[in-house]
Every structure is written in C-alpha cells, then in structure tokens.
C-alpha cells in the first residue's frame, strides 16, 4: 500500500516537463518553426503541470477537453495545423503513443514516435533538413 501523500509524489514526478526539452524547443525550433501542444488531458491539466513560462514557449495549445476531438480522431489534428496556420503537410507530429502517430500520419503529417528526447530531436532534425 501506498499513502496518499506518496501518490501525489508519483503523479507529480510523472506529469512533470522536460525542462531539457522545452530549451530546445525555445532555443533551437522557435526561431524558425512554429510548435503546439496537442494533448489528449483534461482542461486545466497543462496549467497545473507547467509554468505560464513553459506554456509560453508553445503557439497555442489544442486541449481535446476543449475543443472536442481526441486523439487520433483527424480533427484534433487539422484543428492544430489550423491554429498555426499551416497545412497538415507542413507538420511535424511526435507522440509516445504510436496509434497517435499514425492518426497524424492520416491527415498527412510526418510524425515520430518520441521514445527519448535525444532520439526524437536526432529524428526531427533530419525531417527538418531534408525539407
């Protein structure tokens, strides 16, 4: 058995940011690429598990409990593309949960299957400098 208390400590260790992550992101893709969040949580969730400064580094957040599609449904997808203004094709998707990928790959995205952050920036820099 675990106590509440210990719960809260694996919850909040395993919804934490990879602040590594985020600084490439800021620092390596802002400058050139747009970048969104899209994320199958609960409103609220991003907010609670990342700093107005983390969330900063995103052009906008599409949140399923928000905008009522959901992973891998096609229209969270289009909807995300639209917020950046760019066509499906002209996205980069990467999630842990293949199914996802493969719902972005329908719509015409290229995607990654994001294992660990060194593998999907090597695999993303190779899309990027093959374009």
């Known amino acids: ?3 509440p208390g210990q719960w809260a400590d694996v919850v909040a260790d395993t919804e ?3 602040q590594e992550l985020l600084d490439y992101i800021r620092v390596t893709l802002k400058p050139q690429y747009k970048v969104a969040v899209v994320s199958n949580a609960n409103a609220g969730t ?3 598990v ?3 400064e983390q969330l900063a580094v995103f052009d906008t957040l599409v949140v399923s409990a928000e905008v009522g599609h959901i992973k891998p449904d096609p229209g969270i997808y289009t909807l995300a593309a639209e917020k950046l203004g760019l066509t499906s094709a ?3 998707f990467t999630d842990d949960n293949t199914p996802y990928c493969d719902g972005a790959e329908a719509v015409g ?3 990654i299957h994001f294992r660990d952050r060194e593998q999907f920036i090597r695999e993303l820099e190779a899309i990027l400098n093959h374009t």
Do not use: N
Request: proline fraction near 6%; glycine fraction near 0%; charge should be neutral.
């Open 1 to 3: 058995h675990i106590t």
């Open 16 to 18: 934490r940011a990879d």
């Open 46 to 48: 991003l907010q609670r």
């Open 50 to 52: 990342m700093s107005p």
């Open 90 to 92: 002209e996205c980069v």
């Open 109 to 111: 995205m290229q995607s």
